[in-house]
T-cell receptor, first 113, second 114 residues
Framework: NAGVTQTPKFQVLKTGQSMTLQCAQD?????MSWYRQDPGMGLRLIHY???????DQGEVPNGYNVSRSTTEDFPLRLLSAAPSQTSVYFC????????????FGQGTRLTVV | AQTVTQSQPEMSVQEAETVTLSCTYD???????LFWYKQPPSRQMILVIR??????QNATENRFSVNFQKAAKSFSLKISDSQLGDTAMYFC???????????FGTGTSLTVIP
């Protein structure tokens, strides 16, 4: 019962460094998405995917890239980290049909110094 | 554009009492779901309750119930018999069915006082 697995759980980056946040789900869900959570602002949608090979931008996509080569994986790339990207990042997956519910990973706390 | 507003940043309630958390939303969509998620200090997002927009009957889940007023675009959460384990941040969320995109409110921090 792995569900949605995010790695790493914590990360410190220097300004300008790049990194990839990993997200994998084992529920064969079509939909996957990335959110960032900042104090007083709730969770905001960065990018989402409705299936392998299909991605689209959410509310706050600038500074982030995504790809979806398989149903299971949906990595989030920061090409050149900035202090404004310090946040907690959540990956979520959900099914196209059936009961509507998003399953969340445990989050990645990212600090950019 | 979709927006979700939670106007109560912090609330507290005595153990065993009842508390209501407010949420309003705005959308031009006709088909959507509404949710309440709980986030304890562990950071895990936990589904509390969900409501289909096409259903008039309010959803209930044990001690948790909602008051869904579609015309007013209001979706409040009532917690009855509050327990210490209910202490958490609560997020109201709205999901568009095409793409399952979620839009969250800014959250209400609930503290249950012994």
């Amino acid at each position: 019962n792995a569900g949605v697995t995010q790695t790493p759980k914590f990360q410190v980056l220097k300004t300008g460094q790049s990194m990839t946040l990993q997200c994998a789900q084992d529920m064969n869900h079509e939909y996957m998405s990335w959110y960032r959570q900042d104090p007083g602002m709730g969770l905001r949608l960065i990018h989402y995917s409705v299936g392998a090979g299909i991605t689209d931008q959410g509310e706050v996509p600038n500074g982030y890239n995504v790809s979806r080569s398989t149903t299971e994986d949906f990595p989030l790339r920061l090409l050149s980290a900035a202090p404004s990207q310090t946040s907690v990042y959540f990956c979520a997956s959900s099914s196209q049909g059936g009961i509507a519910e998003a399953f969340f990973g445990q989050g990645t706390r990212l600090t950019v110094v | 554009a979709q927006t979700v507003t939670q106007s109560q940043p912090e609330m507290s309630v005595q153990e065993a009492e009842t508390v209501t958390l407010s949420c309003t939303y705005d959308t031009s969509e006709n088909n959507y779901y509404l949710f309440w998620y709980k986030q304890p200090p562990s950071r895990q997002m936990i589904l509390v309750i969900r409501q289909e927009a096409y259903k008039q009957q309010n959803a209930t889940e044990n001690r948790f119930s909602v008051n869904f007023q579609k015309a007013a675009k209001s979706f409040s959460l009532k917690i009855s018999d509050s327990q210490l384990g209910d202490t958490a941040m609560y997020f109201c969320a709205f999901m568009i069915l095409t793409g399952n995109q979620f839009y969250f409110g800014t959250g209400t921090s609930l503290t249950v006082i012994p």
